[in-house]
């Protein structure tokens, strides 16, 4: 069955099958350049850039022209970008000043964002509703957040996508949000060390629905959100 990453990294764990299809995401200038190399030699990899949250202290101060230039001259998506306040010393409004600049950056040049989010819920939708979410399509990758989020989310117009967090015991809560994503906005991810066939095969269970028809939907769902990077 052919298989959507919706969400991966350069990284040696990584072990895509012929049927896979890849998005890989960068987290900041010291990988565009390789991820956008690595997606030329593969037909099966999709680059995207950004500068993840995790990212932003260290930014050099010409990061976001650089961004532009590159995402002007090749085709490739925004992300990984995003919101992480699990730190107690995070600085919050640079995390939230670079996320918009990337936000209106996918706006202005009609690409997907590959968002990251974490334990910063209630200010991600402020922001997506404030700057509005990309027409190219959104995503969330590694969804932690409740149902009742995920709802909301998906009111906005974005793809949640679910990652290995699903193949661990005890982890109840992103199971909770799986069954509040709708068939047609839901992706699958390795991140760059999940199996994502036995995570197809985790999510179909708790779904009630076959591998197969996961992985088709999965793939569909895909070819929507990032359509203007597989045209």
Request: proline share 6%.
């Amino acid at each position: 069955m052919l298989l959507f990453d919706a969400h991966s990294h350069l990284s040696p764990a990584a072990v895509p099958t012929p049927r896979t299809h890849r998005i890989v995401c960068a987290t900041g200038e010291s990988d565009w350049e390789a991820v956008l190399a690595h997606a030329s030699g593969d037909g099966r990899a999709t680059p995207m850039l950004g500068l993840h949250p995790w990212r932003v202290a260290e930014a050099a101060p010409g990061w976001l022209p650089h961004l532009e230039a590159l995402l002007r001259t090749h085709s490739a998506g925004v992300g990984e970008c995003g919101l992480d306040f699990a730190r107690a010393d995070t600085d919050r409004p640079a995390q939230e000043a670079a996320f918009r600049a990337q936000l209106r950056l996918a706006h202005a040049l009609r690409r997907p964002v590959a968002v990251h989010a974490v334990k910063a819920w209630g200010r991600l939708l402020d922001i997506l509703r404030e700057e509005g979410v990309p027409l190219a399509g959104a995503m969330v990758h590694a969804y932690s957040g409740s149902p009742d989020t995920a709802r909301a989310l998906q009111a906005l117009g974005l793809f949640l996508s679910f990652s290995g967090d699903l193949l661990r015991p005890g982890r109840s809560r992103p199971r909770e949000a799986l069954a509040a994503v709708a068939p047609e906005r839901l992706l699958l991810e390795s991140d760059g060390t999940a199996d994502l066939t036995l995570l197809v095969e985790q999510a179909a269970r708790l779904r009630g629905v076959t591998a197969e028809t996961l992985a088709s939907q999965t793939w569909e769902n895909g070819q929507r959100c990032f359509k203007e990077l597989l045209a």
